[in-house]
């Protein structure tokens, strides 16, 4: 059965801590994965896709991978506004095959 | 630029009660879909649209009804409201089905 799997469920960090969050996945033929930042109150925002083992993305303070079971979305020397929850989802097969992770609540303390 | 549109932001229904969620993009995307989030799971497919006419259903479709008339319009529809349907309800579309989606900002839903 396809599963998204998001560890941890919760991460607390101080400005400048730098850390990561994991997404574990298995389907049967993925056809792309992509990372979201959700703020509270707020639908999900786009933030990476990432097709194949190797690959990665930056954006500012956020940098994606991808192996062939995992992804980790990497935070460097975060700060208090990339408060937010990170969630992880994959696409199987067909366009609509999307299934997403429960997601990582990240809060950076000043 | 609006991108997804969702209305209401809230609602409260009594059970079997039934009421409509709409969705409208600004995008001229061809993919629209429907999800539900609730607390410790992640967004769930309800039913989902490829086009003007064309609609399937996703994981979560029971009691639910959806139609596309329109590129732009995707409403949800309660059809006899539960307690258990109670969710934020989000839209979402794309260009197309490799493209990554576009959410709007949710319908939170009560149902007492």
């Known amino acids: 059965e396809d599963q998204v799997t998001q560890s941890p469920e919760a991460l607390r960090l101080q400005e400048g801590e730098s850390s990561s969050l994991n997404c574990s996945y298995t389907v049967s033929g993925l056809r792309g994965l992509f990372w979201y930042r959700q703020d509270p109150g707020k639908g999900p925002e786009f933030l990476f896709t990432?097709?194949?083992a190797g690959e990665e993305k930056e954006k500012e303070r956020l940098k994606a991978t991808l192996t062939k079971k995992e992804s980790f979305l990497h935070i460097t020397a975060p700060k208090p506004e990339d408060s937010a929850t990170y969630l992880c989802a994959v696409r199987d097969g067909g366009y609509n095959k999307l299934i997403f992770g429960a997601g990582t609540r990240l809060a950076v303390h000043p | 630029n609006a991108g997804v549109t969702q209305t209401p932001k809230f609602q409260v229904l009594k059970t079997g009660q039934s009421m409509t969620l709409q969705c409208a993009q600004d995008?001229?995307?061809?993919?629209m879909s429907w999800y539900r989030q609730d607390p410790g799971m992640g967004l769930r497919l309800i039913h989902y649209?490829?086009?003007?006419?064309?609609?399937d259903q996703g994981e979560v479709p029971n009691g639910y009804n959806v139609s596309r008339s329109t590129t732009e319009d995707f409403p949800l529809r309660l059809l006899s409201a539960a307690p258990s349907q109670t969710s934020v309800y989000f839209c979402?579309?794309?260009?197309?089905?490799?493209?990554?989606?576009?959410f709007g900002d949710g319908t939170r839903l009560s149902i007492l």
């Open positions: 979402a579309s794309s260009a197309d089905g490799d493209q990554p989606q576009h």
């Open positions: 990432l097709y194949s």
């Open positions: 649209s490829v086009g003007a006419g064309i609609t």
């Open positions: 995008m001229n995307h061809e993919y």
